[in-house]
């Protein structure tokens, strides 16, 4: 289990380390002004310096980006498991969900600060809106491509609408939610950054958004890339976190496949 | 040979129609004799699954009756071509699933669901994932769904079509067994005749276009032992379906 694990990270670690050895090879040829581009090793010093205000600040976001996430997840289901238990309702909502979708959340940021406030609930609510769409059209799909057959089983057995839903249909669209749950956990941090940026104020409590926004203000462009990376390490988290909550829940699933 | 049982299903003159005009059956009569094993044979298209289906209340005529023996419809169980076993349950938990629906409690679903598997020689298999086990003992756990709720009527939809002669017979011999310890009614569909010769003390014969029944015989074998596929007497029998088939190919050739 451990050695193939390694074996899996082996590769990308190689990769970002030679990224990593030409950026700063490159910058030493080109000289670029500290503004523009900082070394590597720029950056490095300026997480290590500012780290007590930066991992604090990361863990707001991840923290936002995790309640919308949650949020968006159970709304998800749930809403996909209406529109999948009605074809009227479908019919009518689908199109409607598609068309939110399309609006950007960049557009609607400033009306999340006017209806949740300055904040840390309008983080939350932009990372909902954002990872919400994928869980549901994830659940939909998943639960339409029921197998009739086991749907026909379930009605000879003369199972009750709920019975339907929790013994069969949630289980078989399981691969399909975790999938979208997946993408929407990488979403929820652009979300819950993008909520920062319009809705956050700095302060003593200020999440990663706000500090990037503050850094470039002074200037700090090292600062800036070691936030950018610290927020990319949090989503990165929460979507390795639910991976890996996926893959428990559908051990089964690949038991039986194999 | 013992008087002939009361029959549990009456099927009087039924026709069915589907939505886009297919005559699926056509003034089909039979009746199916209680504690017996009746098979439906015929070609594909021979309305025979829609027969079946009716019996167990998925479908309904839209001309004639299906008429029951008391009036209520017998608890009936069904097992399909495919063996429709959930993925992510174990074997044991499949089995028990039609007692989960009906709210029978935890423990004693358990022990029923185990007391079956190893009547259809899975006890060892309980645990497993239906992905672990061959198509013949996939098909043995969809008939042990099936029997879990003790049915008085078995509906079977050729439950062994989609597996290998050999299995296939030693399936149809479990079958036999499991019939003579439970004495419930059978009625299966099958497209084999040599199966259907074997399993059915009556064999219905059925043609297509549209469906209707073209015949009946009542195999009269002393027992129903493997040798017995070697008799003449079973040749016999299955040379008489063979002609019944036939015919009504040739009937229907001639109408056209």
């Known amino acids: ?258 | 040979m013992a008087a002939p049982a009361p029959p549990l299903i009456e099927v009087t003159d039924v026709g069915r129609t589907f939505a886009d005009g297919t005559r699926a059956l056509a003034g089909a009569s039979l009746m199916v004799p209680a504690g017996a094993i009746t098979a439906l044979v015929g070609p594909s298209g021979c309305g025979k699954t829609t027969l079946l289906r009716m019996m167990g209340g998925l479908d309904a005529p839209t001309s004639g009756a299906v008429r029951f023996a008391g009036g209520a419809r017998p608890r009936a169980a069904f097992a399909f071509q495919e063996p429709r076993l959930l993925p992510w349950r174990s074997v044991v938990s499949n089995v028990a699933l039609p007692l989960e629906l009906a709210g029978v409690p935890r423990g004693e679903r358990r022990a029923r669901a185990e007391r079956i598997l190893d009547r259809v020689q899975l006890a060892g298999a309980g645990r497993k994932l239906p992905g672990q086990l061959s198509g013949g003992m996939r098909m043995r756990a969809s008939i042990a769904r099936a029997l879990v709720t003790e049915p008085e009527l078995l509906l079977l939809d050729e439950p062994f079509g989609a597996l290998d002669e050999i299995t296939r017979q030693a399936l149809d011999d479990l079958l036999l067994a499991l019939w003579g310890e439970f004495g419930m009614t059978v009625v299966v569909v099958t497209h084999s005749i040599v199966e259907a010769a074997y399993l059915g003390r009556q064999v219905v014969v059925m043609a297509p276009a549209p469906g209707r029944v073209v015949g009946c015989i009542k195999p009269g074998f002393a027992s129903r032992t493997p040798a017995l596929r070697a008799t003449p007497e079973f040749a016999a029998s299955t040379a008489s379906l063979l002609q019944m088939l036939a015919q009504s190919m040739v009937r229907e050739k001639g109408a056209a």
């Open chain 1, 1 to 258: 289990m451990i050695a193939r694990l390694l074996r899996a990270a082996l590769p990308p670690a190689i990769v970002v380390i030679a990224l990593v050895a030409a950026w700063d090879i490159a910058v030493r040829l080109m000289q670029p002004s500290e503004y523009l581009v900082p070394a590597p090793l720029a950056v490095a010093r300026a997480f290590l310096e500012q780290r007590a205000e930066l991992v604090p600040a990361a863990l707001r976001t991840a923290g936002s980006a995790a309640a919308g996430f949650a949020i968006a997840a159970a709304a998800g289901v749930l809403a996909g498991s209406v529109l999948a238990a009605s074809r009227f309702l479908m019919r009518g909502l689908y199109p409607l969900a598609t068309l939110l979708q399309m609006v950007p959340l960049v557009a609607i940021a400033p009306i999340l600060v006017i209806w949740c406030g300055y904040g840390p609930r309008t983080s939350v609510a932009s990372a909902a809106i954002v990872s919400v769409f994928p869980v549901l059209a994830a659940t939909l799909d998943g639960m339409r491509s029921t197998d009739p057959g086991l749907a026909e089983l379930f009605g000879v057995c003369r199972a009750s609408r709920l019975q339907r839903w929790w013994k069969l249909e949630l289980p078989w669209a399981l691969p399909s939610i975790v999938t979208g749950l997946r993408i929407a956990a990488g979403l929820s941090v652009i979300g819950a950054i993008v909520g920062e940026f319009v809705g956050a104020f700095a302060g003593d409590a200020s999440p990663i958004g706000i500090i990037i926004l503050s850094a470039m203000r002074e200037n700090r462009t090292d600062l800036v890339f070691a936030s950018v990376a610290l927020a990319a390490a949090a989503g990165f988290a929460l979507f390795g976190l639910v991976s890996l909550l996926g893959w428990a829940l559908l051990r089964r699933w690949h038991a039986s496949a194999g």
